[in-house]
């Protein structure tokens, strides 16, 4: 499941970046209008790699899988598959109130289907096993979900604002979340 996971995570990475088109012309003004396809296209390698960071430690601390969390991860690598064409929706309309609108379900979606990967992953391997130990409350994930759902409606009024909410919770992720390591390091060592 897991390299399974990374090759198709590997690929949806190679499919924005070719999203991106070259400009005719071998000058600087040339690349002025590609500013927000570069910048939709950062943002969402920021937030492809915290996925693939975050499922791989989830994995780590996983014995084995049954056909739910099989579902469940195909469900989170569906979302993400989307997040290539929302990428390149808003970058090509500059932050336009429905593109913007739209990435923002697709991140919501993409989060609600990782809660899902994470229960049925908990719900199998029990609430005294070393995941649930790690995965505690897991408050990032509850309130990057809160962040979403008001951010999907504020893109239609400040498309801005919004993309400020998708960084700053892309921010709140990116600071290193040790708790799937460090147990396993204790249990490791008990």
Not at 25 to 39: C, Q
Not at 48 to 59: A, D, E, Q, S, V
Request: charged share 15%.
């Amino acid at each position: 499941m897991e390299a399974f996971s990374d090759g198709v995570l590997a690929i949806i990475i190679t499919i924005m970046v070719l999203e991106m088109k070259v400009p005719n012309e071998a000058n600087l003004a040339a690349l002025r209008p590609l500013i927000p396809v570069f910048l939709s296209y950062v943002l969402s390698f920021i937030y492809l790699g915290i996925y693939w960071n975050n499922h791989h430690h989830l994995l780590q601390a996983v014995g084995r899988v049954n056909g739910r969390i099989l579902w469940a991860n195909m469900h989170l690598l569906f979302w993400l598959s989307l997040v290539p064409f929302v990428t390149n929706w808003m970058g090509e309309n500059h932050f336009a109130k429905l593109p913007v609108a739209l990435y923002g379900v697709v991140l919501l979606m993409a989060a609600c289907a990782y809660f899902i990967l994470t229960r049925a992953l908990l719900s199998h391997h029990g609430k005294e096993s070393t995941l649930a130990v790690a995965l505690g409350r897991d408050f990032k994930g509850k309130i990057s979900i809160v962040f979403y759902v008001v951010a999907i409606p504020l893109a239609f009024v400040s498309p801005w604002l919004a993309c400020a909410i998708y960084i700053l919770v892309a921010v709140m992720w990116l600071i290193p979340d040790r708790r799937i390591e460090k147990t396993l390091e204790e249990s490791a060592s008990t």
